[in-house]
């Protein structure tokens, strides 16, 4: 396999003619978005896995400190604490929290809520703090910039008025009781 490589390799430099340029023109930006492609997704996989983990550690104090009031900055704040690698995270961060009915489960109303960075700032459009023994749903809405963001994936990926892409979470956890 080397060899013949080597060979081709070779060819390559012996041939004058131009008949190789035109593979390697046509080749050369197919594996260059492949790379971007791939550099792309791996960052977006980090970020949604950091995103998940400072959600989670955000609901699991959430549900552990019975007895405190939570606001919504405050559990964007800790939400923003525990990943560390969302760039800009306070204002590209959205929280919505509901009660739920498990016997009636429907989800969230409409679509994603996020921030339009474009946009001027908004409150939250839905936190409601839960009481005991209440199923409660949190989605955490990011905006980011895609690395690359005019070709392969980030060029597919939905943006809004600023160029920012979203990512979604959520979590949920049970109301314990204040006593």
Known sequence: MIRRAATILRQFKRDEN???????ALAVPLIFTLF???VEMGIYSMRQMFLDRGLDMAV???RLNTGVNYTHHDIKV???QYSHFLEDCETALKLELHPIDPRAFAGFDSPEDCADISQPVTPSRTFVHG???QLMLVQACYMFDPVF???G?????TKDGSGRSKMI???????????
Do not use: K
């Not at 131009?18 to 390697?24: A, D, S, T, V, W």
């Not at 979470?169 to 006593?179: C, R, Y």
């Open 153 to 157: 994936l980030g060029y597919a990926l």
């Open 36 to 38: 971007m492609t791939s």
């Open 60 to 62: 699991r104090n959430v």
């Open 18 to 24: 131009g008949q190789m340029l035109i593979e390697f």
């Open 131 to 133: 009481g005991e023994h």
């Open 169 to 179: 979470s959520l979590s949920g956890f049970v109301q314990e009781p204040n006593s």
């Open 78 to 80: 800790m939400i923003c």
């Open 149 to 151: 963001p005019t070709s």
